[in-house]
């Protein structure tokens, strides 16, 4: 299903989740990684690792729902046997990551805004303001 996806949406997936896959497929992710949009990832890769966010905290800064759970709910879910909960929480977690990604600009801290354009980005700068000081 990767290989023929034209876009691979996700929020940490070129550390976690697509190295993963690719071991448990024995591959690279150099292809998969081509194609996706990772928020998170270009932050890191644009600002160092002190740009490290919380999906849950972009989406409220953004306008977006909140999470319905959180990554240690779905691990007790799976542990409880919760299997609809954890279903409906992978989910809710895959389209908000959608909505998140296939934004124009997403705003980070009320300071950068990231220009999103195919699986990369085109701009990060500081948004201007007159009402706060950084």
Known sequence: MLDRAKRIYT???IEFDLPRFAKHCGR???DWAA???DPLYMMKTTMGYGACTKLNELLKENGLDPKSASGLQAIEFWEQG???SL???CNDDARLTYELCTKREIYWMKRW???LKESR?????PVVSTNHCY
Do not use: C, H
Request: glycine share 4%.
């Open 28 to 30: 690279s992710m150099r």
């Open 11 to 13: 929020f940490n997936g």
């Open 35 to 37: 194609k996706t949009v």
């Open 87 to 89: 279903r409906s929480y």
């Open 121 to 125: 980005i085109m701009a990060f700068q």
């Open 113 to 115: 805004r990231i220009k």
């Open 82 to 84: 919760d299997l609809e």
